[in-house]
C-alpha cells in the first residue's frame, strides 16, 4: 500500500495537502509510461509540439489564481509573489514553445574546404525522458525552467516537486494533460522526499535536471554516475552586489533591499553580500536601513514576503547572525531579536569577517551584509572568493565600467544597475559554476541542454580528391594533404 505525506503550511502549521510516497517501483512505471509518451511526442514535429505548448501555457494563465494560492499555501509567501511567479513562468515557456525550431530544428553549416563535395547538416534529437527534481522556494518557476524547455526539446518528462510543495508539481501535470489531451504519460509528477528523488536518477531516465542544495547535487550526481546519466545541476549561490562610487545610491539601496529580502532572501539568486567602495558605503548604508524599516514579514496582505518555509533553515540563520556579530561585525538593523519564527524580520549587518559563514555560506534568509572596499577591483576579488558562482551584480554609473566588470566577475549571469535583471529575459541563460552547479537552463542553452547533437553529412558528388577511399589516387591525396599543411602552417 502507497504511503502518504502531509504538507503543512509554513504559516499556522495546518495541514495544506495529502500526498503519495512514490517508491521505486511507482517511479518505474511512471518512466515506462514516459518513455512511451516521448517517442509519439518526438514524432509530432515542431509545428505540433509548439502549438500544444502554447495552449498548456495559455491554460496556466487562465489558472493563474488557482496556482498561485497553491503556491502561497504551501510555501506562504504573499499571494502576489505566487503571482508575479506564474507570470515569470509564462514568459519561459512562452520562449521555449516559440523558439524550439529555430534554436534546435535541422540547418545547414558550412562544410569547409577538405569536405565541399559534402552537404553538412546539424540537427537536435530529443533525450527521451527527464528527470525533473525540483525545490520549493520557486516551486514553479525554477523546475518549468527545465519541464517547459525540455518538452519543447522533444522530451517527455517525469518531475519530483519538493516535499514542501507537491500540490503544485500535482496541479502542473493535471493542467498539461487538460491541456494536451491525447499525450497521457507526457509530463508526470511523482511525489515523496529524498528517496523518491533517488529512485527517478537511478530509473534510467535520459538526463537529470536537479535545483536544490549542492549537498543534494553531489549525492544526485553520485547516482546518475552509476548509469553515466548526465546531469544539469542548478543549486544556490551567494550572490554579491558591487557599488561603485559613481552608482546611484537610491537605486542600489532600492534594489540591494528587495534582492536581499524578497521571498524572505529564499532566494538561489538573491543578494546575500554587498560590497561599497568606502566614499559611499555609509551613505548606502543609510538608504537601506530606512527601507528596511519600513518592511515587515507576515500572512498579511500588505506583508513585504513571508515565512521561511523551511523552519530547520531557521537555525542557519541565527548561526549566521550570531557568528558573524561574535567575530566582530556590527548590526545596522535587526540580530538575533529579528527571530520570531516562522517569520524573519530584516537583519543588516556591516563590517561581516570574509570568512564568518554569513559571508561563506548560502543564509537563505532576509539577511544581508554590506563591507567596504577600497575599490571595484577589491569588490571584484572579494565576490569572486567564495565557493558559490551564480548570479551578482555591479551599480555604478558608467556603462562601461559595469561591463568591465560584469566580465572579471565569477557568475553566470551579472545584472548592471538592477539585481537579477536576467530572470525575466527569456532568451538569457541561467545557471552557475562552482558550489552552484553546472549547465543551464533558460534560452537557447536551455533548450539545447535537452537535446543531443546529431552531426549528418550528404555527399553531393564524387569529390576529385577522397580521403576516405582506397579507389583514388593516392599521389593526389599526398599532394592535397601537403597543400593543407603548407595552408594551415602559414594561416
Ligand atoms: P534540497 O537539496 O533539499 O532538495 C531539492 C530536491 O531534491 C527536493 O525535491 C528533494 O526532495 C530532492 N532530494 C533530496 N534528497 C535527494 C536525493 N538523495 N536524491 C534525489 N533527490 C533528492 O533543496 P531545497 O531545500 O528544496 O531547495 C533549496 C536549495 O535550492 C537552495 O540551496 C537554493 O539556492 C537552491 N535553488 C537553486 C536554484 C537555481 O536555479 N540555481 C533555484 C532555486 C533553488
Keep these: 500500500m502507497t504511503t502518504r505525506f502531509t504538507v503543512r503550511s509554513p504559516v499556522t502549521g495546518e495541514p495544506v495537502g495529502d500526498h503519495p510516497v512514490h517508491g521505486p517501483e511507482e517511479v518505474r512505471a511512471a518512466v515506462e509510461r514516459a518513455r512511451a509518451a516521448a517517442r509519439h511526442w518526438a514524432a509530432c514535429g515542431w509545428a505540433d509540439r509548439r502549438a500544444r505548448l502554447l495552449a498548456w501555457k495559455r491554460a496556466l494563465a487562465r489558472r493563474t489564481e488557482e496556482f498561485a494560492s497553491l503556491i502561497c499555501a504551501e510555501t506562504g509567501k504573499p499571494v502576489r509573489d505566487a503571482r508575479a511567479e506564474v507570470l515569470l513562468t509564462l514568459v519561459h515557456l512562452d520562449w521555449a514553445a516559440r523558439n524550439a525550431r529555430r534554436v534546435l530544428g535541422r540547418r545547414r553549416v558550412p562544410a569547409g574546404p577538405l569536405s565541399v563535395h559534402q552537404r553538412a547538416l546539424l540537427a537536435y534529437r530529443p533525450l527521451g525522458v527527464i528527470a525533473v527534481i525540483g525545490p520549493w522556494n520557486y516551486p514553479l518557476y525554477t523546475p518549468m525552467g527545465s519541464i517547459g524547455h525540455a518538452l519543447a526539446a522533444g ?60 549537498g543534494t547535487a553531489r549525492k544526485v550526481a553520485a547516482v546518475c554516475a552509476e548509469r553515466l546519466t548526465p546531469l544539469l545541476a542548478e543549486c544556490g549561490g551567494k550572490d554579491a552586489v558591487l557599488v561603485d562610487a559613481s552608482a546611484d545610491l ?11 529580502m524578497a521571498n524572505a532572501g529564499q532566494t538561489c539568486a538573491g543578494v546575500e553580500r554587498v560590497y561599497a567602495v568606502a566614499s559611499v558605503h555609509a551613505g548606502l548604508c543609510e538608504r537601506i536601513v530606512h527601507r528596511v524599516r519600513a518592511l515587515h514579514p507576515g500572512p498579511d496582505p500588505d506583508a513585504a514576503y513571508g515565512p521561511l518555509t523551511l523552519p530547520g533553515q531557521l537555525a542557519t540563520v541565527e548561526r549566521h547572525i550570531k557568528e ?31 570568512d564568518s559563514p554569513a559571508m561563506r555560506e548560502e543564509t537563505f534568509g532576509p539577511l544581508v551584509a554590506v563591507n567596504a572596499v577600497r575599490d571595484l577591483a577589491e569588490a571584484v576579488a572579494r565576490a569572486n572568493a567564495g565557493g558559490y558562482a551564480l548570479g551578482a551584480a555591479v551599480f555604478t554609473g558608467s556603462r562601461r565600467t559595469g561591463l568591465a566588470v560584469a566580465g572579471r566577475l565569477n557568475s553566470g549571469a551579472v545584472s548592471v544597475n538592477s539585481v537579477l535583471g536576467f530572470a525575466a529575459v527569456p532568451s538569457l541563460p541561467f545557471g552557475g559554476s562552482g558550489e552552484s552547479g553546472y549547465g543551464r537552463t533558460h534560452g537557447a542553452e536551455g533548450l539545447r541542454a535537452f537535446a543531443a547533437p546529431l552531426a549528418v553529412t550528404v555527399r553531393r558528388f564524387r569529390p576529385p580528391v577522397d580521403l576516405t577511399s582506397f579507389a583514388g589516387s593516392r ?15 602559414r594561416r
Design 155 to 214: 522530451n517527455a518528462v517525469v518531475f519530483k516537486p519538493s516535499e514542501l510543495t507537491p500540490g503544485v508539481g500535482e496541479l502542473l501535470a493535471e493542467s498539461f494533460g487538460e491541456a494536451v489531451p491525447g499525450h497521457a504519460g507526457l509530463l508526470q509528477t511523482v511525489t515523496g522526499r529524498g528517496p523518491t528523488g533517488e529512485a527517478l536518477a537511478r530509473s534510467g531516465v535520459d538526463k537529470v535536471a536537479f535545483t536544490g542544495s549542492p
Design 475 to 489: 599521389r593526389r591525396v599526398e599532394r592535397a594533404v601537403e597543400l593543407g599543411r603548407r595552408f594551415h602552417a
Design 324 to 354: 558573524a556579530l561574535a567575530a566582530g561585525a556590527r548590526a545596522l538593523h535587526g540580530g538575533p531579536e529579528s527571530l520570531r519564527p516562522p517569520y524573519v524580520h530584516p537583519v543588516v549587518l556591516v563590517d561581516v569577517p570574509e
Design 250 to 260: 537610491d537605486e542600489a539601496a532600492e534594489a540591494v533591499v528587495w534582492g536581499a
